[in-house]
C-alpha cells in the first residue's frame, strides 16, 4: 500500500508553537505522571538537560509534544492526544556506525511487537502486519501493520515502525492519521449491497476507458491502456452510491528558474536550434493588451515578466502587483500566440460554508474557456468537480481520436465567496497519439482490473469518519495495457508479481542460506531453479536489495546502474545486463558494497600467492579477490575468475555479507 505519514504535519505545527497554558477546560499542562508514563514506555533515560511542552489545536484537536534533547544533538520527540494515546515518536541520538547486529526477521519482528504493546495493549489485536523493510547497510528495519475491523481492511490506517539494528532501539513509530477511531464508530456489515452490484455500479459510472498513457515526454513514448479517467471514488456498500473523500486543495501552478544566458565564442547546433525557436515572439505589449481587456487589474501594476522554456515550448511569465510590490496575479502564455497557458490569483480564499451548484460552477468555467482556450480537444460533459467549503475544483480531460489522455487535462478553481476564478492552467503535452486499434473487450479488461486491483468491501475514512465501501486495493483502480491487459504502473513500467519461488531449496548445497535470505525477502523473483545461471543485472538486483527494497523490474534495475552510489558500475554496464555472471564480476561487487571501490591500479599490495590459481586473476581482479578473502566472503582456494555463477552461488554470497 501506499504510504504518507500524515504525523510529520503536527510535528510541523509544534516546531511553531511556543510553550503552552491553561485555557478554558482543555488541559494543556505537563503533566507529571504523563511524563513519567512516556519515560517508562520508551525507556528515556536522565542524559537529557532540556525538557519541553507545547500544545496546539489541529481542526478542533488537541496534541501534546513532549520533547526532551541534550548539548550533543540528541532529541526525542513524543506527540499525544487529549486522551493521552501517542501519535507519533521520533528519537535521533549521535550513534557510532556499527554494523547491524539483529540479522533474524522474527527476532526484528518480536523486538517491535513489543514496543507496540508498550505504545498500546490492543495495537496487536486490531493492527497486522502488512510489509516490511529491512536495510542491513544502512542498519534499519521499517515494519508496516495495517488496521483491520470487523475482519475487513481499513485503507488508510496503518502504523508504521522502525529500530536500528545494533541494539533493536525504536527509532521511530507514526499513526497515518491523527484521531484514533474506536471500533463501535466503524459501520455494521449488515444491509449492504452485493459485490457483485458494486460491480455493475463501478462499470457503469466509473468504467474503465480506451486513453492514452504518457510514459516519457523526451522519448514520445506514449502507452494504449484501459484506465480511469478521473480520481476513483468509492462507492458506498450502503446505498451504492460515489462518494468524494475530501481532501485540501493544492492549486497547480508553474515553475521556472530565471538564468543568465552564458556568452559563448560560437554557437553550436543545439544552441542555433534553440535560438531559432525564440525567433518572431509576440512582443509583451500583446499580452498586456490582452490582460487589460480580459481581466480585472485594477489597482494593480504590471511588474515584471520573463521568457522560460517549458517542455520544449517557450512561454512568458507575466506578474502585476499591488502598490507594496507584492504579486497578485501571474500568467502564463505561449510566448508565439496569445494562448493562455495558466493564471493564478494570489488571494486569500476566507473559509466558508457556502458551495456553489454543479450548474453554476459549469458555466463560470465555460465562459472562461470559450474565452481563454482556443482548441476542442477536451471532454466538456464529463469534468470531474470537487466541492469543497470555500473553493470548487473543475478539471476537464483531454480527448484525442475519440480517446482520453491520462494526466492531460485543464484545472480550474473557484472561490465560491466572489465566484471568481482563481487558478487556471493548460497541462496538455505536444506528443504523437496514434489511432487505438489493438485491444482487449472493455468487459475483459473490467474483469482482470477487478482481480488485479482486489476490487472488494474496504473500510475508508472520510474527514476522520469511517465508511463502509466497495473500492480497489488504495483507492486506485489499477491501469492495463490495452492489447492484453497487463498491469502498469504509475511510471507505465509493468507490474510484476515480486514473488520468490525456488523450488527444492531442502535439496540445495545452501538450503539453510538460501532459506534465511528467503525471510527478508531477499532473492530474485520469478526464478524457480536455482542451478540456473544467474545474469548479471540479477546479481546487481541482489547486491542491492541488502540495502534498498526495489521492485524487480528492468527499470528498477536499470536505475542502479545509472545511478550505482557504492557499486563501481555505469551505464555502459547495462549493455552486457544479460551476460551470464562470472565470478570476478561477482566478487568486484560484494567488495564495492563493503565499502572498498577502484582496487584495480594497487600495484604489491596484496600477497601474489592466496589462491591455488592465482596465475588465472588479472591484475584487476587479484586486489578485489584479495580483499573478499581478507573480509572471509570468499574462502575457496581457487580463485576461478571465470567460472559462471548459478543461482544458488549467488544467494550464498549475498549470505556471505549479511553474516
Given at each position: 500500500?501506499?504510504?504518507?505519514?500524515?504525523?510529520?504535519?503536527?510535528?510541523?505545527?509544534?516546531?511553531?508553537?511556543?510553550?503552552?497554558?491553561?485555557?478554558?477546560?482543555?488541559?494543556?499542562?505537563?503533566?507529571?505522571?504523563?511524563?513519567?508514563?512516556?519515560?517508562?514506555?520508551?525507556?528515556?533515560?536522565?542524559?537529557?538537560?532540556k525538557f519541553n511542552f507545547t500544545s496546539t489545536n489541529v481542526e478542533k484537536?488537541?496534541?501534546?509534544?513532549?520533547?526532551?534533547?541534550?548539548?550533543?544533538?540528541?532529541?526525542?520527540?513524543?506527540?499525544?492526544?487529549?486522551?493521552?494515546?501517542?501519535?507519533?515518536?521520533?528519537?535521533?541520538?549521535?550513534?557510532?556506525?556499527?554494523?547491524?547486529?539483529?540479522?533474524?526477521?522474527?527476532?526484528?519482528?518480536?523486538?517491535?511487537?513489543?514496543?507496540?504493546?508498550?505504545?498500546?495493549?490492543?495495537?496487536?489485536?486490531?493492527?497486522?502486519?502488512?510489509?516490511?523493510?529491512?536495510?542491513?547497510?544502512?542498519?534499519?528495519?521499517?515494519?508496516?501493520?495495517?488496521?483491520?475491523?470487523?475482519?475487513?481492511?481499513?485503507?488508510?490506517?496503518?502504523?508504521?515502525?522502525?529500530?536500528?539494528?545494533?541494539?533493536?532501539?525504536?527509532?521511530?513509530?507514526?499513526?497515518?492519521?491523527?484521531?484514533?477511531?474506536?471500533?463501535?464508530?466503524?459501520?455494521?456489515?449488515?444491509?449492504?449491497?452485493?459485490?457483485?452490484?458494486?460491480?455493475?455500479?463501478?462499470?457503469?459510472?466509473?468504467?474503465?476507458?480506451?486513453?492514452?498513457?504518457?510514459?516519457?515526454?523526451?522519448?514520445?513514448?506514449?502507452?494504449?491502456?484501459?484506465?480511469?479517467?478521473?480520481?476513483?471514488?468509492?462507492?458506498?456498500?450502503?446505498?451504492?452510491?460515489?462518494?468524494?473523500?475530501?481532501?485540501?486543495?493544492?492549486?497547480?501552478?508553474?515553475?521556472?528558474?530565471?538564468?543568465?544566458?552564458?556568452?559563448?565564442?560560437?554557437?553550436?547546433?543545439?544552441?542555433?536550434?534553440?535560438?531559432?525557436?525564440?525567433?518572431?515572439?509576440?512582443?509583451?505589449?500583446?499580452?498586456?493588451?490582452?490582460?487589460?481587456?480580459?481581466?480585472?487589474?485594477?489597482?494593480?501594476?504590471?511588474?515584471?515578466?520573463?521568457?522560460?522554456?517549458?517542455?520544449?515550448?517557450?512561454?512568458?511569465?507575466?506578474?502585476?502587483?499591488?502598490?507594496?510590490?507584492?504579486?497578485?496575479?501571474?500568467?502564463?502564455?505561449?510566448?508565439?500566440?496569445?494562448?493562455?497557458?495558466?493564471?493564478?490569483?494570489?488571494?486569500?480564499?476566507?473559509?466558508?460554508?457556502?458551495?456553489?451548484?454543479?450548474?453554476?460552477?459549469?458555466?463560470?468555467?465555460?465562459?472562461?474557456?470559450?474565452?481563454?482556450?482556443?482548441?476542442?480537444?477536451?471532454d466538456l460533459k464529463n469534468p470531474s468537480i470537487n466541492l469543497y467549503d470555500?473553493?470548487?475544483?473543475?478539471?476537464?480531460?483531454?480527448?484525442?481520436?475519440?480517446?482520453?489522455?491520462?494526466?492531460?487535462?485543464?484545472?480550474?478553481?473557484?472561490?465560491?465567496?466572489?465566484?471568481?476564478?482563481?487558478?487556471?492552467?493548460?497541462?496538455?503535452?505536444?506528443?504523437?497519439?496514434?489511432?487505438?486499434?489493438?485491444?482487449?473487450?472493455?468487459?475483459?479488461?473490467?474483469?482482470?482490473?477487478?482481480?488485479?486491483?482486489?476490487?472488494?468491501?474496504?473500510?475508508?475514512?472520510?474527514?476522520?469518519?469511517?465508511?463502509?465501501?466497495?473500492?480497489?486495493?488504495?483507492?486506485?483502480?489499477?491501469?492495463?495495457?490495452?492489447?492484453?491487459?497487463?498491469?502498469?504502473?504509475?511510471?507505465?513500467?509493468?507490474?510484476?508479481?515480486?514473488?520468490?519461488?525456488?523450488?527444492?531449496?531442502?535439496?540445495?548445497?545452501?538450503?539453510?542460506?538460501?532459506?534465511?535470505?528467503?525471510?527478508?525477502?531477499?532473492?530474485?523473483?520469478?526464478?524457480?531453479?536455482?542451478?540456473?545461471?544467474?545474469?548479471?543485472?540479477?546479481?546487481?538486483?541482489?547486491?542491492?536489495?541488502?540495502?534498498?527494497?526495489?521492485?524487480?523490474?528492468?527499470?528498477?534495475?536499470?536505475?542502479?546502474?545509472?545511478?550505482?552510489?557504492?557499486?563501481?558500475?555505469?551505464?555502459?554496464?547495462?549493455?552486457?545486463?544479460?551476460?551470464?555472471?562470472?565470478?570476478?564480476?561477482?566478487?568486484?561487487?560484494?567488495?564495492?558494497?563493503?565499502?572498498?571501490?577502484?582496487?584495480?591500479?594497487?600495484?604489491?599490495?596484496?600477497?601474489?600467492?592466496?589462491?591455488?590459481?592465482?596465475?588465472?586473476?588479472?591484475?584487476?581482479?587479484?586486489?578485489?579477490?584479495?580483499?573478499?578473502?581478507?573480509?572471509?566472503?570468499?574462502?575457496?582456494?581457487?580463485?576461478?575468475?571465470?567460472?559462471?555463477?548459478?543461482?544458488?552461488?549467488?544467494?550464498?554470497?549475498?549470505?556471505?555479507?549479511?553474516?
Amino acid at each position: 500500500m501506499k504510504k504518507r505519514l500524515l504525523s510529520f504535519t503536527l510535528l510541523f505545527l509544534f516546531i511553531f508553537t511556543i510553550p503552552s497554558f491553561a485555557q478554558n477546560t482543555n488541559q494543556v499542562e505537563a503533566n507529571k505522571d504523563e511524563v513519567l508514563r512516556l519515560k517508562k514506555v520508551f525507556n528515556i533515560s536522565n542524559n537529557f538537560d532540556k525538557f519541553n511542552f507545547t500544545s496546539t489545536n489541529v481542526e478542533k484537536n488537541l496534541f501534546y509534544s513532549y520533547s526532551w534533547s541534550n548539548n550533543k544533538g540528541e532529541n526525542i520527540n513524543i506527540i499525544t492526544d487529549k486522551n493521552n494515546n501517542i501519535i507519533s515518536y521520533d528519537k535521533y541520538l549521535n550513534l557510532e556506525e556499527n554494523k547491524a547486529l539483529i540479522k533474524n526477521k522474527d527476532e526484528i519482528e518480536n523486538i517491535i511487537k513489543d514496543y507496540l504493546n508498550k505504545i498500546d495493549s490492543n495495537l496487536l489485536k486490531e493492527y497486522s502486519l502488512d510489509d516490511f523493510d529491512i536495510n542491513f547497510k544502512n542498519n534499519y528495519a521499517r515494519f508496516t501493520y495495517n488496521r483491520k475491523v470487523n475482519d475487513i481492511f481499513v485503507l488508510n490506517d496503518y502504523l508504521s515502525i522502525t529500530i536500528e539494528l545494533t541494539k533493536g532501539e525504536l527509532s521511530n513509530f507514526s499513526r497515518s492519521i491523527d484521531k484514533i477511531v474506536k471500533k463501535e464508530d466503524f459501520e455494521k456489515t449488515n444491509n449492504i449491497i452485493n459485490i457483485e452490484k458494486a460491480k455493475e455500479i463501478f462499470q457503469e459510472k466509473e468504467s474503465l476507458k480506451l486513453s492514452y498513457f504518457i510514459k516519457d515526454i523526451e522519448k514520445n513514448t506514449v502507452l494504449n491502456v484501459y484506465s480511469q479517467i478521473n480520481k476513483n471514488m468509492p462507492i458506498d456498500a450502503k446505498n451504492g452510491d460515489l462518494i468524494i473523500i475530501e481532501n485540501n486543495i493544492m492549486p497547480i501552478s508553474l515553475n521556472s528558474e530565471k538564468e543568465a544566458a552564458d556568452e559563448s565564442v560560437e554557437l553550436t547546433p543545439v544552441e542555433k536550434e534553440e535560438i531559432d525557436k525564440i525567433k518572431n515572439l509576440r512582443p509583451i505589449s500583446d499580452y498586456k493588451s490582452y490582460i487589460s481587456k480580459n481581466f480585472n487589474t485594477k489597482g494593480l501594476n504590471f511588474s515584471d515578466y520573463s521568457l522560460i522554456n517549458s517542455e520544449d515550448k517557450y512561454l512568458y511569465s507575466i506578474i502585476y502587483s499591488d502598490k507594496e510590490n507584492t504579486p497578485k496575479i501571474e500568467f502564463y502564455f505561449e510566448a508565439k500566440d496569445l494562448n493562455l497557458i495558466s493564471y493564478d490569483k494570489f488571494i486569500q480564499i476566507e473559509d466558508d460554508k457556502d458551495k456553489l451548484d454543479e450548474k453554476t460552477a459549469m458555466k463560470i468555467s465555460k465562459d472562461f474557456l470559450n474565452k481563454h482556450f482556443k482548441n476542442n480537444n477536451i471532454d466538456l460533459k464529463n469534468p470531474s468537480i470537487n466541492l469543497y467549503d470555500s473553493t470548487t475544483s473543475i478539471s476537464f480531460n483531454r480527448v484525442e481520436n475519440n480517446n482520453y489522455v491520462i494526466n492531460n487535462n485543464i484545472s480550474i478553481v473557484i472561490n465560491n465567496k466572489n465566484k471568481e476564478i482563481s487558478h487556471y492552467s493548460v497541462n496538455f503535452n505536444n506528443l504523437d497519439f496514434n489511432k487505438i486499434d489493438d485491444f482487449i473487450p472493455e468487459d475483459k479488461a473490467h474483469d482482470i482490473a477487478f482481480s488485479k486491483g482486489d476490487f472488494g468491501l474496504y473500510y475508508i475514512y472520510n474527514k476522520n469518519t469511517p465508511k463502509l465501501v466497495y473500492t480497489f486495493n488504495e483507492n486506485t483502480a489499477p491501469i492495463l495495457l490495452s492489447s492484453n491487459g497487463d498491469e502498469i504502473d504509475f511510471s507505465g513500467n509493468l507490474i510484476k508479481e515480486n514473488q520468490i519461488i525456488y523450488d527444492n531449496i531442502d535439496n540445495s548445497k545452501y538450503a539453510k542460506e538460501i532459506n534465511y535470505l528467503k525471510t527478508l525477502k531477499i532473492g530474485v523473483p520469478g526464478v524457480s531453479n536455482l542451478k540456473e545461471k544467474i545474469k548479471e543485472k540479477d546479481f546487481v538486483y541482489l547486491v542491492k536489495s541488502i540495502s534498498s527494497n526495489i521492485i524487480y523490474s528492468e527499470e528498477s534495475i536499470k536505475d542502479i546502474y545509472e545511478y550505482p552510489a557504492e557499486l563501481e558500475l555505469n551505464k555502459s554496464d547495462f549493455n552486457s545486463k544479460d551476460n551470464i555472471t562470472k565470478n570476478n564480476f561477482a566478487i568486484k561487487l560484494i567488495v564495492n558494497v563493503s565499502g572498498y571501490k577502484n582496487l584495480s591500479n594497487l600495484e604489491n599490495i596484496f600477497r601474489d600467492n592466496l589462491f591455488k590459481d592465482q596465475e588465472q586473476l588479472s591484475k584487476e581482479d587479484k586486489n578485489y579477490f584479495a580483499i573478499a578473502y581478507g573480509l572471509n566472503l570468499y574462502n575457496d582456494s581457487l580463485a576461478n575468475p571465470n567460472i559462471e555463477l548459478t543461482h544458488e552461488d549467488a544467494l550464498y554470497y549475498i549470505y556471505e555479507l549479511l553474516k
